[in-house]
């Protein structure tokens, strides 16, 4: 499975120009109080949460990855959570695809829709102690000379 990271990317993937430039103005207020990147591992923590309850995927050991088969959700989460930061003005169908996005997490963490890697994950075995076939010792109900 290929992952990809939640990040700058995904806001120029994700937003018409008017969009990016009422960002960009807004980060550019106050550089040292950026609030993108700590909104972007938001972003990457709830798709992740939602990815690891289904339980049937290997996790990526890098914070900020996300399975790129959940891009979209992420992008209309990130999308709305940016627009409201900056106080701008989110339309009807933005409210939408971001409640659709949180709905298809929700159930991808309850296992509705199945949602898991094309790997071969390991099959449990099973080890016990191994038979021993011998003649009986002292007699009884078990096999085996004593001690054996």
């Known amino acids: ?20 430039e009422a960002v960009s103005q807004g980060r550019a207020i106050d550089p040292a109080a950026d609030p993108v990147p700590g909104i972007c591992s938001g972003v990457a923590g709830r798709v992740r949460s939602a990815v690891l309850a289904c339980g049937r995927v290997r996790m990526n050991a890098d914070e900020l990855s996300i399975p790129n088969a959940l891009r979209g959700e992420a992008t209309a989460i990130l999308r709305v959570r940016l627009l409201t930061r900056f106080a ?41 102690r191994p038979a021993r076939w011998a003649s009986p010792g002292v007699g009884g109900i078990m096999h085996g000379k004593p001690g054996a």
Not at 102 to 125: C, N
């Open 88 to 128: 701008l003005a989110i339309t009807e169908e933005r409210k939408r695809e971001a409640e659709a996005a949180e709905e298809r997490l929700d159930a991808i963490a309850r296992g509705d829709i199945p949602f898991a890697e094309d790997i071969a994950f390991s099959k449990p075995t099973f080890h016990g």
């Open 1 to 20: 499975m290929k992952w990809i990271r939640v990040d700058e990317a995904l806001i120029a993937e994700g937003f018409n120009p008017d969009e990016q």
